[in-house]
């Protein structure tokens, strides 16, 4: 059985990619495919039909899938945790 480091709900640091510096809320986890959905993490646009939740289509903005192993906790105090448990400064610059 497979085990990630984060799961639904947690607040999560993004390590690395356009997203990189980013804190966000997990949304969702996908064990199988090691992602998760994160609030205000990776945008992308998409195309949809009008339907009748949307009766005028469009482009529509909604978070899609990052990889895992670009995330790390963030705890309590708003400190990243690294795998091993301890915290880890992170420098804005």
Wanted: glycine residues 10%; charged residues 30%.
């Amino acid at each position: 059985m497979n085990t990630l480091n984060v799961k639904k709900g947690d607040t999560v640091y993004v390590n690395s990619g356009e997203d990189k510096g980013k804190t966000g809320k997990v949304l969702s986890v996908n064990v199988e495919k090691k992602t998760a959905i994160v609030e205000g993490v990776n945008i992308v646009k998409k195309s949809t039909k009008p339907s009748a939740k949307n009766p005028q289509g469009g482009i529509i903005e909604q978070e899609a899938a990052i990889n895992v192993s670009k995330l790390n906790k963030v705890d309590e105090n708003g400190n990243v945790v690294r795998s091993n448990g301890k915290a880890r400064k992170v420098t804005v610059k």
